[in-house]
């Protein structure tokens, strides 16, 4: 009979599921867009039902936001969420823009 290794909560040893690339280039895409649109964090925030320390930390690339909240905050920008995957693709194609 064949034993299978113990099953441990939690991530792998070593695992990281957090890539500052793409968070800290959707956070420039983000703030470039909110700045474009002339609202305030505080506004986007709410706009996007996100807490507005949350909006910070996504704006600053501490955290990467799941598909919801991509959709939720392109719909508060006016933009579609294509678009906003595509400017934080261009930035990471072009760092010096970060």
Known sequence: MEKHPKISPGRPKGSTTYDSKPAIAFGVAVRAR????????????SMASVERSHMGKIERGEHLPNLVLILRLAEALEISPGELVDATKELMENPNKL
């Open 34 to 45: 909110r700045l474009e649109r002339g609202i305030s964090q505080e506004t986007l925030s």
